[in-house]
């Protein structure tokens, strides 16, 4: 591998086997699987990949580690693009949803995870190394310093866990935080796409002022002309205090009384 990492894509590329064999083990590809790997780099993982499954793509929007991958990976399907510019729907084949696998820019965590979201009838399933953190909030149980809204999203449209925690050690170049894999599964809503986004916004609404409570949150929020008091909701607690089922009441109030598309535009 170059011994080379360009700071503006939040480049740390795995060099311990060790951890790539975890993270393969976990991944558990199997041949006809549709996996697409999101900035591989200069292909640590994708040697262990290409090994197991017919077809693998690879999404790296540096064109120096394209360039590599392309010479040295002749089975490589190679697009050089930003993952958030690629249209995931062309990516499809047969009947097979996408796994979606790749050491994340952890600046570009939550961008990318709410791609998969709106994507989320042709993606199976996710694992990703992501600063640990990140992983915590991903994971979080409600009533926790780390719940909020990734935490709601992702307990919504799936299931995650963290799969274990990874030392700076491993990279080069070194980061100053840990990482951690987590591994998630999505599972489509069977709502419209203007439910599902109407969702989304409510949760970010709610967290909008995290410490502030949910009459206060939603009154600085787009929804601030409704009167939520008849929601069924404690507007006295706090975001973090919700579970899903509370998330989903209040778009179903907001739905009912108000539409949601005067609220998509905001």
């Not at 991944?27 to 640590?44: F, K, Q, S, V």
């Not at 963290?162 to 935080?177: A, T």
């Not at 419209?192 to 409570?213: D, H, M, P, Y």
């Not at 409704?226 to 909701?233: K, R």
């Amino acid at each position: 591998m170059p011994d080379v990492a360009i700071k503006r894509f939040g480049q740390h590329f795995l060099k311990d086997p060790n951890i790539l064999r975890k993270i393969v083990d976990e991944i558990n590809p199997l041949p006809d699987d549709l996996i697409i790997e999101i900035g591989p780099g200069y292909g640590a993982l994708t040697k262990d990949l290409l090994s197991k499954v017919k077809k693998l793509t690879a999404i790296e929007i540096d064109r120096n580690a394209a360039g590599y991958l392309k010479e040295h990976f002749s089975d490589l399907d190679i697009i050089n693009e930003d993952i958030l510019n690629t249209e995931l729907n062309k990516l499809i084949e047969g009947k097979n949803k996408l796994r979606v696998v790749g050491n994340i820019p952890y600046n570009l965590t939550s961008p990318i995870l709410f791609k998969l979201i709106e994507n989320i009838d042709i993606v199976n399933d996710a694992v990703f190394m992501v600063q640990y953190e990140v992983a915590k909030r991903i994971t979080a149980q409600k009533s926790t310093k780390d719940y909020g809204i990734l935490s709601v999203l992702l307990r919504y449209f799936g299931r995650s866990k963290l799969c274990f925690k990874i030392s700076p050690n491993v990279f080069y170049p070194k980061p100053k935080v840990f990482s951690a894999l987590i591994h998630i599964y999505f599972q489509p809503q069977n709502i419209s796409t203007e439910e599902k986004k109407l969702f989304i916004s409510v949760v970010k609404a709610c967290f909008g002022n995290r410490r502030k409570i949910l009459k206060n949150s939603l009154s600085n929020s787009i929804f601030n002309k409704i009167d939520f008091s008849l929601s069924g909701i404690d507007l006295s607690l706090r975001a973090e205090n919700l579970d899903v089922k509370d998330f989903e009441t209040l778009t179903k109030f907001v739905l009912n009384n108000y539409g949601h598309s005067v609220f998509l535009d905001k």
